[in-house]
Every structure is written in C-alpha cells, then in structure tokens.
C-alpha cells in the first residue's frame, strides 16, 4: 500500500478526482489525467470502447504511466445500460432479475460480469443500483430498479454487491440516499424531495442501510436534494448527508463517490468552485467529472481544489481521510493488478455457461400480464406485423450510439416490420393504422407509452383483439393502455428479443412476475 506520508498536497487533491476522457488510446489528453492531475479514477463510456483488446491494452498503458494506479470505472449495470458490448456477456438489468423471483441469480450474475470486466483491466463497477422505484413517473431510475419494495431492493443488492466483491470488482451501491421517488433527471435538473426521517428510514434508507450492515465497499452519492435536511446543496454537496447522515449517524466507513458532477442539476446551480469547496468538505471521497470531458475545465477544477486546501478551507483531516480509504480498497481490490497479455484473458471472455445462464435468467424474467384475448402462442401462418419504436435516449446514462435491432429480426417466423417515432404525429398514425388492418395479429413494442401521449393514444386504437403488447422499456406503460394482451421484457435488448421469441412462439413459458405494482383494471 502506497504510504499516505509520502503524497504531496497535489498527489492527494489528484487521488480524490474521477476523470473521463475522449477516445480509445492513451492520447495527451490522458496523458495530462494520469501523470499530471494523478487522478484517482479513470471512468469509460460506450465511446471509449472498441472491443476487449482495445480496452485491455488502454488500461495496461494507464497502469503503466501511473505513480499510483487509478480505479478503471464504468457504469455496467446490465440491461439498457452496459459501456462494454462486444464479446462479453450482456446481462439482464435489475428488474428483468427481480422479475424472476431468484435473488441467486443477482450474485451469479454479477459476479460473472465482475469477472469478465476484471479481465480487462477494470476494477470498479458503479452498480448496482439501490434505488427503490416507486414513482411510476420516474424518467431516470425505472427498470434500472429492482424494485417498488425496500426489502426486496436490498435482498437483490446484498447478492450483486457479493458476486461482485468475490470477482474482485470494486462497486458502489447507488444512487445514496435515493433516487426513486423523483420525477425529474438529475442529468438535466435538480431533484428536489420533501420527505422527513421517518419515511427515509422506511423507504429510501433500507437499502443502504442493509448493505452497510454487510460491509459495504462503496456508495455514489446522488445529486437529489433532500430540502428537509439540507435546504441548499444537494447530497454530493451537502456534509449534512455525507458526513453527518451517512458516516456518523449510519456508520458507513466506506468510499464515497459523487454522480457526474457535470451534470445539470449541480453544474448549472453552482459554480465551479462551490463545487469544489462543497464536494470535497461534504465527505465524499472521489469527486467525478463525466459528461463535460472537457480538458480545461478538469485543470481548472484540480487546480481551485489545490488552492483551497493550501488556504485551509478544504481540510488537511478531510483529505487525509478520505485518501487512506482511496489507498485502502486499491489494495484491497488489487487496482493495478492485469494480466500480462490480451491473449491469456481472451479465452476467459463469454464463456458458454455465463451467456447460457444469462439466457435463462432472461427466459425466466419475461412477465405475462394478461392475454384476455387468447393471442399467446402465435400459430404458424398467421399474419403478423411488429411495430417497433425508433428510439432515442430517455435517460443520458445510456449510448448516445446505441443502435437497437427491431423484435422482428429474432422471430421464428415471417412479419412484417414497422417503425414509429415515441409520439408519432397523427397523420403517422393513422398511415400505420390503415396498414395494419389486413393482420391477423399485431405485436406492437411500446416504449415508455406512459411518458408518450401519441404513442399510447395510437396503441390504443389498434384492434385489441388482435393486439399483443410488449412493454420493452418501463411495465408502467400498462396504466396508460386499454389493452387484452401485455407482456413486459423491462429493456430493448437483443437478449429480450431472443427470449420474447420463445415465449411468443410458445417454446418457453413466461413465468415472470411484476417487481412493481400497475394499475387494476
């Protein structure tokens, strides 16, 4: 372990910054976060990554020209929100798992992920997340949510915070204290919640609390104003529910790392260096800067931290404390530990049994809702169309690149493919109807009808006796449609297509049940 006592000021400023970067090799740009700003953490988005030999051989360089090996991070939660792609294992996200009613499956499969990311180089997972979805209207958290319900949130975090910590990933239960019961994006705005210590220790606390009980290594502080507590600065900037909430009145003794603090609900309500003064006194450890990836600003932001700590307003004590525990899991999470070539890895990546129990957790997640109209399975010879939506990104977590293949490209059987915009106008509307008239079933994909207008307005002037709806985004779509048949495979991923294509076959069953609650109708 690195000696503390041996850090310069600048080493240890450096060590409590989380940087991204541009492109997929070690460019000055990197160079300047590495051997310059020494930060602490390196974090990939889709846009860094190429394929698994790209990444490793990136992160050997970044272990190479390292004083003190950063965290390698990224957000790969599973379902809808995965950085790395290509030649590992895509698992089902959190409420595919939940759905399936077999917390086993949240240890197995993020302890295969962990291994697999490992693999490459990385040694830090932000995921899972612990957040409770119980506002149907949360444009944000969602499927990414294990759950409606506290306790069940915290059964299935316990098993994936384990699966990861026995692969050696380093992971940070998200987004403390919760991020569930908001309607707005902290990508874009400031959440702001009303609630009092009694329901947050009910709701929104559970499953942290839980974790911490069970040693957890890390949490990502959320930049949800909670105004009962702290009416300014909201939680990544606020040492009333860091250090004071969370350290000494729940007793975390783990790292704490902030979401981007570029996002806009803290980068358009505070400047630069109230950023600065505020996050590192709040009591978080790592302070992130994702989205800007701006090279003078990252400069701009380690040097005010500096400057603040020399003049005193950053605290020496706070510094120190929160550097000793950086060291801390480095070692304990091997940080800077490879393999020594991209070859003695390869034959460890989507290994037969990982992709097959994906599959099968993925079979298993599938939720029938209801099939009044008897349209389940579909018959060989019937008439089919599948409308399908042009997607776009709903929360900012996920690739802005991210290009999804249509339901009807996995079927067993011949259709007729449609797209339509999320809120199609209604002369599309109509253009669409009219052309579904002559099938004998319809297999319409919403996404995210409930946040849509149009979109629930034309499902729902779609024969229901012909129509078979699959939720491939939010199960909330439900409260909005008028409809016999409804399925949810909670994410548009080409491992729902494969599974919505047994069960619409009728080979696999669905089995799912529904991890929150929709409407009774």
């Keep these: 372990m690195f000696d503390i006592k041996k850090l310069t000021l600048k080493q240890k400023i450096g060590q409590m910054i989380g940087l991204a970067f541009s492109g997929t090799e070690y460019s000055p740009e990197l160079q300047m976060q590495i051997e310059d700003i020494e930060a602490g953490l390196i974090i990939y ?17 970044i272990n190479k020209h390292a004083k003190i090996p950063p965290f390698i991070a990224l957000d790969q939660e599973g379902g809808m929100v995965a950085r790395v792609t290509s030649k590992v294992v895509q698992t089902p996200g959190a409420m595919v798992i939940s759905a399936t009613n077999n917390s086993d499956y949240a240890y197995q499969l993020n302890y295969d992920m962990g291994v697999e990311l490992r693999h490459l180089g990385f040694n830090f997972n932000f995921a899972p997340v612990g957040d409770i979805n119980n506002n149907p209207l949360n444009p944000v958290i969602n499927v990414r949510s294990y759950s ?24 940070s239960l998200k987004h403390y204290p919760g991020h569930g019961d908001t309607a707005v994006d902290s990508h874009v705005g400031l959440p702001i919640v009303d609630f009092d210590e009694e329901r947050i220790n009910k709701m929104e606390l559970v499953p942290f609390k839980e974790l911490i009980k069970e040693d957890l290594p890390g949490i990502m502080a959320s930049h949800v104003l ?16 860091v250090q004071d909430l969370l350290r000494d009145k729940l007793g975390f003794k783990g790292l704490v790392v902030t979401d981007s603090l570029t996002m806009q609900a803290v980068f358009k309500n505070f400047s630069l260096e109230d950023i600065v003064l505020h996050g590192f006194n709040s009591g978080c450890d790592i302070l992130l800067l994702c989205g800007a990836r701006k090279i003078e600003m990252q400069k701009e932001f380690a040097s005010i931290a500096l400057r603040l700590a020399e003049e005193g307003k950053i605290s020496i004590d706070v510094i120190d404390a929160a550097v000793e525990r950086i060291l801390k899991y480095k070692e304990e999470y091997l940080v800077g530990q490879m393999a020594e070539t991209f070859e003695e890895v390869e034959p460890e990546l989507e290994k037969e049994e990982r992709v097959a129990l994906a599959e099968k957790v993925m079979d298993e997640g599938i939720t029938l809702v209801k099939d009044d109209a008897n349209l389940l399975p579909i018959k060989n010879g019937e008439k089919i169309a599948v409308v399908f939506p042009v997607i776009k990104v ?46 004998d079933k319809i297999i319409y994909c919403s996404y995210n009808a409930c946040f849509n207008e149009e979109q629930a307005n034309l499902i729902n002037a779609i024969d229901k006796n012909k129509l078979i709806n699959i939720a491939v985004r939010t199960p909330y779509d439900y409260n909005v449609l008028d409809v016999k048949t409804y399925l949810c495979s909670y994410e548009a991923s080409i491992l729902s297509f494969k599974s919505l294509a047994k069960i619409l076959s009728g080979k696999v069953k669905a089995t799912g049940s529904l991890p929150v609650t929709l409407e009774e109708k």
């Design 394 to 439: 709903v929360t900012l977590v996920e690739n802005e690149d991210n290009t999804l293949n249509s339901l009807g490209d996995y079927l067993p059987f011949d259709v007729d493919k449609y797209y339509m915009e999320l809120n199609p106008s209604a002369q599309k509307q109509q253009e669409l109807l009219d052309k579904l008239v002559n099938y």
């Design 226 to 241: 909670y105004k009962r507590y702290d009416p300014v600065y909201p939680t990544t900037l606020s040492k009333i529910m």
């Design 148 to 171: 409606e319900k506290p306790e069940v949130v915290a059964e299935y975090a316990i098993k994936a915070i384990k699966g990861f910590k026995d692969a050696k990933m380093m992971t």
């Design 45 to 61: 988005f889709k846009d860094n990554c190429l394929d698994p030999k790209q990444i490793f051989n990136l992160n050997k360089e």
